[in-house]
């Protein structure tokens, strides 16, 4: 370690000492709270920005991270107050997610396999309901005899057969396949694809739609999705990871403290939060989506390509209804209870307890669905999602309550679920996501080309923790 990390060492271990007394939680002690200035200041308290703390723990770096929601955690968010305890974000981790499986090792949390849901598929397209088995001869199955077998969530890697695959995420930047940054949609009809088959991939889609997704960057994320190994869960849910990474980082972490502006000037950083408070930091961690840092006020010049990607980088909203069965109607009318539609239902997934048995059944609604209902106050969503489900199987009237709804889109810390590239968007910002900029570095999943979810996430953090280190130093 150079001679100015030592000093900073020295100075941190000061302020450990005089933070030791404050309670783990939310509160810092007064006297860490009275410090403005820091050497890094981190935004946002998700898995990226914990685990940069923690680096910067590790080395003795004095920072403070600004938490804006008074949980730690941001799209990992286990709802543990209610029974068998249902992740309302991110729920799969991957056997070959090296740098989450290293921390989560380092943490002493454990992972388990996915506990399944209820057995079955139930389709709901144009207005008809089948059975898995019986989609294929469904009077709701409008696609050509070619892909008549084929459920809906099965055309898009079918289609995707006939086109080019990338054998590694970074292949999206080879100059071969620059060509694919066009609309999904356009590279699908190239290879085949008719207007139902489109309409049905558009249904669910992880993006905003067909029409403006890139090819190529729904390419890359099947790249990272090859590469991540078996799916696991951390037992006793996701939240256990960032509870376990705020731990030994807590003292230096404020919560409620969300920021506004950042304003960069010559040899510093100075941040203001929406209670006017403000500090200043000689290098800063920004580790918020860009969904949410078109909303802060930037003073600081930042590169074309930077702005453009803060603007447009694309955020899908995903709005869940959690939904407690009185009893199992499903047994009334012989339909499995998971269902995938072409409705504002957006898909159905079901939850069960060690007995196997159905406790819950959760709506995945994502795309412009979850627009339409994120209109509407969160008690008015549950009573659509139920009727249009009563609908649907009349065998469930009144037999659901909803527990709770959970818009990502309306959450003002999030703005979204998931980034994803808009045609033209990877040639055009993609090398800048993560590019530093001035005094401001930037982390989040959203920065992080090779991997995706919480392991970019994670891997992100490391790498901006070594950026701002080798700076100071
Ligand atoms: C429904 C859903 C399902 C998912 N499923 C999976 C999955 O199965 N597997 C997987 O790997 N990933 C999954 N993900 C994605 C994964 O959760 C994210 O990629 C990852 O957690 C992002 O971490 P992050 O630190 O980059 O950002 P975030 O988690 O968004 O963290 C940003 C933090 O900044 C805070 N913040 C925001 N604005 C401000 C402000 N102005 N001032 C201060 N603080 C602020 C937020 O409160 C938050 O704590 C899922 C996400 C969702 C929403």
Same mark, same amino acid.
């Given at each position: 370690m150079?001679? %100015?990390?030592?000093?900073m060492?020295?100075?941190?271990?000061r302020l450990l000492?005089a933070g030791?007394?404050?309670a783990?939680?939310?509160?810092?002690s007064p006297?860490?709270?009275?410090?403005?200035?820091?050497?890094?200041?981190?935004?946002g308290?998700? $898995?990226?920005? #914990?685990?940069?703390?923690?680096v910067?723990?590790?080395?003795?770096?004095?920072?403070?991270?600004?938490?804006?929601?008074?949980?730690?955690?941001g799209?990992?968010y286990?709802?543990?107050?209610l029974?068998?305890?249902?992740?309302?974000g991110?729920?799969?981790?991957g056997?070959?997610?090296?740098?989450?499986?290293?921390?989560?090792g380092?943490l002493?949390?454990g992972?388990?396999?996915?506990r399944?849901g209820?057995?079955?598929?139930?389709l709901l397209?144009?207005?008809?309901?089948s059975?898995?088995?019986?989609?294929p001869?469904?009077? *709701?199955n409008?696609?050509?005899?070619?892909?008549?077998?084929?459920p809906? =969530? *099965?055309l898009l890697?079918k289609?995707l057969?006939n086109g080019?695959f990338?054998?590694r995420p970074?292949?999206?930047w080879q100059?071969?396949n620059?060509g694919?940054?066009? &609309?999904?949609?356009a590279?699908?009809?190239? /290879?085949?694809?008719?207007?139902?088959?489109?309409?049905l991939?558009?249904?669910n889609?992880?993006?905003?739609?067909?029409r403006?997704?890139?090819?190529?960057? /729904?390419?890359?994320?099947?790249?990272v999705?090859?590469?991540?190994?078996a799916?696991?869960?951390?037992?006793?849910?996701s939240?256990?990871?960032p509870?376990a990474m =705020?731990? &030994?980082?807590?003292?230096?972490?404020?919560m409620?403290?969300?920021?506004?502006?950042i304003?960069?000037?010559?040899?510093?950083?100075?941040?203001?939060?929406g209670?006017?408070d403000?500090?200043?930091?000689? $290098?800063?961690?920004?580790?918020?989506?860009?969904s949410?840092?078109?909303?802060?006020? +930037?003073?600081?010049?930042?590169?074309?390509?930077?702005?453009?990607a803060?603007?447009e980088m694309?955020?899908?909203?995903?709005?869940?209804v959690?939904?407690?069965?009185?009893?199992?109607?499903?047994?009334?009318?012989?339909?499995?209870?998971? +269902?995938?539609?072409?409705?504002d239902l957006g898909r159905v997934?079901?939850?069960?307890?060690?007995q196997?048995?159905?406790?819950r059944?959760r709506t995945w609604?994502?795309g412009?669905?979850?627009?339409?209902?994120?209109?509407?106050?969160?008690?008015?969503?549950?009573? /659509?999602?139920?009727s249009?489900?009563?609908?649907?199987?009349?065998?469930?009237?009144s037999?659901?309550?909803?527990?709770?709804?959970? %818009?990502w889109?309306?959450?003002?810390?999030?703005?979204g679920a998931?980034?994803h590239y808009?045609?033209? *968007?990877?040639?055009?910002?993609?090398r800048?996501?993560?590019r530093?900029e001035? /005094?401001?570095h930037f982390?989040?999943a959203h920065?992080?080309?090779?991997a995706?979810?919480?392991?970019?996430?994670?891997?992100?953090?490391?790498?901006?923790?070594?950026?701002?280190i080798?700076r #100071?130093?």
């Amino acid at each position: 370690m150079t001679d %100015s990390l030592t000093s900073m060492a020295i100075t941190r271990r000061r302020l450990l000492l005089a933070g030791s007394f404050a309670a783990v939680g939310t509160v810092c002690s007064p006297v860490f709270a009275q410090r403005k200035h820091y050497d890094v200041i981190i935004i946002g308290a998700g $898995l990226a920005g #914990l685990q940069a703390g923690c680096v910067l723990q590790k080395q003795g770096v004095d920072f403070l991270l600004l938490e804006g929601s008074q949980r730690v955690g941001g799209r990992v968010y286990t709802l543990d107050e209610l029974p068998g305890r249902p992740e309302a974000g991110a729920t799969q981790s991957g056997t070959k997610y090296h740098a989450l499986n290293q921390v989560i090792g380092e943490l002493g949390i454990g992972t388990e396999n996915i506990r399944p849901g209820a057995p079955g598929m139930t389709l709901l397209v144009n207005d008809r309901l089948s059975a898995l088995e019986d989609w294929p001869a469904s009077a *709701g199955n409008l696609l050509p005899e070619a892909l008549k077998d084929t459920p809906p =969530y *099965g055309l898009l890697p079918k289609l995707l057969r006939n086109g080019r695959f990338l054998s590694r995420p970074l292949d999206w930047w080879q100059p071969e396949n620059a060509g694919l940054d066009i &609309p999904l949609h356009a590279y699908l009809a190239d /290879l085949g694809a008719g207007e139902e088959a489109l309409r049905l991939v558009d249904a669910n889609l992880n993006g905003e739609s067909i029409r403006t997704l890139s090819a190529l960057d /729904l390419l890359r994320k099947l790249a990272v999705l090859q590469a991540a190994g078996a799916p696991m869960n951390i037992s006793g849910g996701s939240q256990r990871l960032p509870e376990a990474m =705020y731990a &030994p980082i807590s003292h230096a972490v404020l919560m409620g403290k969300q920021v506004t502006a950042i304003r960069q000037a010559q040899t510093s950083v100075e941040l203001i939060t929406g209670d006017a408070d403000r500090f200043t930091c000689r $290098l800063c961690l920004i580790a918020v989506p860009f969904s949410v840092l078109r909303h802060i006020t +930037m003073e600081a010049t930042l590169s074309q390509a930077k702005q453009q990607a803060i603007r447009e980088m694309g955020y899908t909203p995903v709005t869940h209804v959690l939904l407690r069965p009185e009893r199992p109607f499903w047994r009334d009318d012989g339909f499995s209870p998971n +269902m995938w539609t072409d409705t504002d239902l957006g898909r159905v997934f079901t939850q069960t307890d060690e007995q196997g048995e159905v406790i819950r059944l959760r709506t995945w609604i994502q795309g412009p669905a979850a627009r339409r209902v994120d209109g509407m106050p969160d008690h008015e969503i549950g009573k /659509l999602v139920v009727s249009l489900l009563e609908r649907a199987r009349p065998a469930a009237k009144s037999q659901l309550e909803v527990e709770r709804v959970i %818009s990502w889109g309306k959450n003002p810390f999030a703005h979204g679920a998931f980034s994803h590239y808009l045609a033209g *968007g990877v040639g055009q910002f993609s090398r800048d996501v993560n590019r530093p900029e001035g /005094l401001l570095h930037f982390i989040g999943a959203h920065t992080e080309p090779s991997a995706s979810g919480m392991e970019a996430a994670v891997k992100s953090g490391v790498r901006g923790a070594r950026e701002v280190i080798n700076r #100071l130093s």
